[in-house]
């Protein structure tokens, strides 16, 4: 199975900063890599797929790169409505595993 | 567009089994890979198994081989995911999560709304 490695778990952050969340993977998984957004007692939302294209409706603010192994989700400018849980999920191959998530909070 | 109206709220009791329901509108459940991903209360998110359109095939997390049935009812557009033998670590919410067949990413763009199944004595 391929293991995500997400990183750091949890950070505190204000209204404006960049933010940047990333994944690395136990093995080479090309671009097939999606980050997540879930809010409390919400469905996780899509806001990046094929590692760096930009899900549709999703602000600008929102960037991911990388290909292979290591990857990458910067918000530019984090907004009072950015403060959630991240995720990536690699589906190169089965069985699709998830990052462990990093919760992005307010300072 | 893709909906997916999942079924309501289970608790079951340890050894009982459940069985979720997704229901599709927008498009048709063959226009569709559907998979099963669950999040334990305060926990990341864990894929479960899904519809492989590759070798159309359902391919099953080893972790849940033998436990979880995952069907498809195509006259009603309406996935299912049965999870038997349950315990209380399967206390969860089961999220159906799809992806159009043929999409440039075969990851999930669309979500259902979550089940909460409660696992109790």
């Known amino acids: 199975d391929i293991q995500m490695t997400q990183s750091p778990s949890s950070l505190s952050a204000s209204v404006g900063d960049r933010v940047t969340i990333t994944c690395r993977a136990s093995?080479?998984?090309?671009?097939?890599l999606g980050w997540y957004q879930q809010k409390p007692g919400k469905a996780p939302k899509r806001l990046i797929y094929?590692?760096?294209s930009l899900q549709s409706g999703v602000p600008s603010r929102f960037s991911g790169s990388g290909s292979g192994t290591e990857f990458t989700l910067t918000i530019s400018s984090l907004q009072p409505e950015d403060f959630a849980t991240y995720y990536c999920?690699?589906?190169?191959?089965?069985?699709?595993?998830f990052g462990g998530g990093t919760k992005v909070e307010i300072k | 567009q893709v909906q997916l109206v999942q079924s309501g709220a289970e608790v079951k009791k340890p050894g009982a089994s459940v069985k979720v329901s997704c229901k599709v509108s927008?498009?048709?459940?063959?226009?569709?890979?559907m998979h099963w991903v669950r999040q334990a209360p305060g926990k990341g998110l864990e894929w479960m198994g899904g519809?492989?359109?590759?070798?159309?095939?359902?391919i099953y997390a080893q972790k849940f081989q033998g436990r979880v049935t995952m069907t498809e009812d195509t006259s009603t557009d309406t996935a299912y995911m049965e999870l038997s033998s349950l315990r209380s670590e399967d206390t969860a919410v089961y999220y159906c999560?799809?992806?159009?067949?043929?999409?440039?990413?075969?990851?999930?763009?669309?979500w259902g709304q979550g089940t909460l199944v409660t696992v109790s004595s």
């Open positions: 519809f492989d359109p590759e070798d159309g095939e359902t």
């Open positions: 999920l690699q589906h190169n191959s089965y069985p699709f595993t």
């Open positions: 093995q080479g998984i090309r671009n097939d």
């Open positions: 927008g498009y048709t459940l063959t226009e569709l890979s």
């Open positions: 999560a799809t992806a159009l067949r043929g999409a440039v990413a075969d990851d999930f763009d669309y």
């Open positions: 094929a590692a760096s």
